[in-house]
Nanobody
Framework: QVQLVESGGGLVQPGGSLRLSCAASGKFFSLYLMGWYRQAPGKERELVAS???????NYADSVKGRFTISRDNAKNTVSLQMNNLKPEDTAVYYC?????WGQGTQVTVSS
């Protein structure tokens, strides 16, 4: 079973930046569609961004122009660069290979 381990969350002020990383086990990472999802308290989990095996990306409207998803197939990692963070970005962020979920990493945007 593939394991996904997120890192990089934390507390940041509005307008700040964070970079999340997800390390995946397994031999076939380069073939996987990968996604970042988030879940805020009292809300459903939602897609933030996804990236195909060939590098095509998709973003939620709420993060377009602020967040960038990328992958490094040689290192089995997928990252999410988050700029100009807003309080409404506060959530637990999860890495997903469309079979397995990571454990999540907390992102809190607050002054």
């Amino acid at each position: 079973q593939v394991q996904l381990v997120e890192s990089g969350g934390g507390l940041v002020q509005p307008g700040g930046s964070l970079r999340l990383s997800c390390a995946a086990s397994g031999k076939f990472f380069s073939l996987y569609l990968m996604g970042w999802y988030r879940q805020a308290p009292g809300k459903e989990r939602e897609l933030v961004a996804s990236i195909t095996s060939s590098g095509s990306t998709n973003y939620a409207d709420s993060v377009k122009g602020r967040f960038t998803i990328s992958r490094d197939n040689a290192k089995n990692t997928v990252s999410l660069q988050m700029n100009n963070l807003k309080p409404e970005d506060t959530a637990v962020y999860y890495c997903y290979d469309y079979v397995n979920w990571g454990q999540g990493t907390q992102v809190t945007v607050s002054s």
